[in-house]
């Protein structure tokens, strides 16, 4: 069964750094586009950086600068770099995918679990 393996959150001081992993496990034949989300207490889920299987990457303000994604086709896996963490930043964070499951079968919104991501001192 294919399924995405999020790593990689915890607790951290304002202005400290993280890095996520999303990991696909199970055999397929590429990853499409892959994005991150956050939701925070109360609030609805967003997106907040987005990659291409091309390697094009978009952000949102409040992450631009801050956030960098990035991917490894070979290990099948994607990253969200995070610097600069501010209390704002609390949520639990999702990886989100487009999964060529087979060539030229794709399947749409592949989710990871979650993984928490708190800011505080």
């Known amino acids: 069964q294919v399924q995405l393996v999020e790593s990689g959150g915890g607790l951290v001081q304002p202005g400290g750094s993280l890095r996520l992993s999303c990991a696909v496990s199970?055999?397929?034949?590429?990853?499409?586009?892959m994005g991150w989300y956050r939701q925070a207490p109360g609030k609805q889920r967003e997106l907040i950086a987005g990659?291409?299987?091309?390697?094009?990457?978009n952000y949102t303000d409040s992450v631009k600068g801050r956030f960098t994604i990035s991917r490894d086709n070979a290990k099948k896996t994607g990253y969200l770099q995070m610097h600069s963490l501010k209390p704002e930043d609390t949520a639990v964070y999702y990886c989100?995918?487009?999964?060529?499951?087979?060539?030229?079968?794709?399947?749409?919104?592949?989710w990871g679990q979650g993984t928490q991501v708190t800011v505080s001192s």
């Open positions: 989100n995918a487009d999964l060529e499951v087979l060539e030229g079968v794709t399947i749409f919104d592949y």
């Open positions: 199970g055999s397929i034949f590429s990853i499409k586009d």
């Open positions: 990659i291409s299987s091309g390697g094009s990457t």
